[in-house]
């Protein structure tokens, strides 16, 4: 498998402009998170989907943050009107809810700039 | 709510030396415990988990972790350090299948520097 696939890997933009995140999820898990890591606040959680359904966004720091999640295969993570507070690395990670499990697959990340 | 403390930044360990990591949680329940790698510009990895059991547990890597639930604990072990070690590694804990343990909270990270 070719594991979570996020995109673009970098992306730097100019503050009020809109910024798309997307994130391909490994086949047949049925989670599905973003998370945000910063040097101040660490890694954390945005909101995560369970069966394309989204369970918790109470860590989307405000009304200029969404998330979708179409169908099991594709998530956006969608920014409007981005600010320079909203630089950092965004992680998309998926898992499977089967028993022993628990372990999330990240992806390498999306390190967005906002000038 | 269930939260995660690493109380060390940095630290810098000789190639060879061993080295702990330590991770103190706080949560009401039987936690699940986590700890990850991050390595420069990549995502996260899953060194090693615990849910129940045995209270020493074995990862990837030749990483081991004891929860110790008198101290609210899960530290991290390697006898002996590789250069190739040097990255974050990130305690996280989840609250268990009840309360949904997809939903991990993370420590701040601690960057272990390796010296020759």
């Known amino acids: 498998d070719a594991g979570v696939i996020q995109s673009p890997r970098h992306e730097v933009t100019e503050m009020g402009q809109e910024v798309t995140l997307r994130c391909k999820p490994i086949?047949?898990?049925?989670?599905l998170f973003w998370y945000r890591q910063t040097m101040m606040r660490g890694l954390e959680l945005l909101i995560y989907?369970?069966?394309?359904?989204?369970?918790?966004d109470s860590g989307m720091p405000e009304d200029r943050f969404s998330a979708k999640m179409p169908n099991a295969s594709f998530s956006t993570l969608k920014i409007q009107p981005s600010e320079p507070r909203d630089s950092a690395v965004y992680f998309c990670?998926?898992?499977?809810?089967?028993?022993?499990?628990?372990?999330?697959?990240f992806g390498e990340g999306s390190r967005l700039t906002v000038l | 709510a269930q939260s995660v403390t690493q109380p060390d930044i940095h630290i810098t360990v000789s190639e060879g030396a061993s080295l702990e990591l330590r991770c103190n949680y706080s949560?009401?329940?039987?936690?699940?415990l986590f700890w990850y790698v991050q390595s420069p510009g990549q995502g996260l990895q899953l060194l090693l988990k615990?849910?129940?059991?045995?209270?020493l547990v074995q990862g990837i890597k030749g990483f081991e972790a004891e929860f110790k639930r008198s101290h609210s604990s899960f530290n991290l072990r390697k006898p002996s350090v590789h250069w190739s070690d040097a990255a974050e590694y990130f305690c996280?804990?989840?609250?268990?299948?009840?309360?949904?343990?997809?939903?991990?909270?993370f420590g701040t990270g601690t960057r272990l520097l390796v010296s020759p």
């Open positions: 990670a998926s898992s499977f809810s089967g028993p022993s499990t628990g372990e999330l697959f």
């Open positions: 949560y009401g329940a039987t936690p699940y």
């Open positions: 996280a804990v989840g609250g268990g299948e009840n309360t949904g343990f997809q939903k991990l909270v």
């Open positions: 989907f369970n069966n394309n359904v989204p369970i918790d």
């Open positions: 615990y849910f129940s059991g045995d209270t």
């Open positions: 086949s047949g898990h049925d989670y």
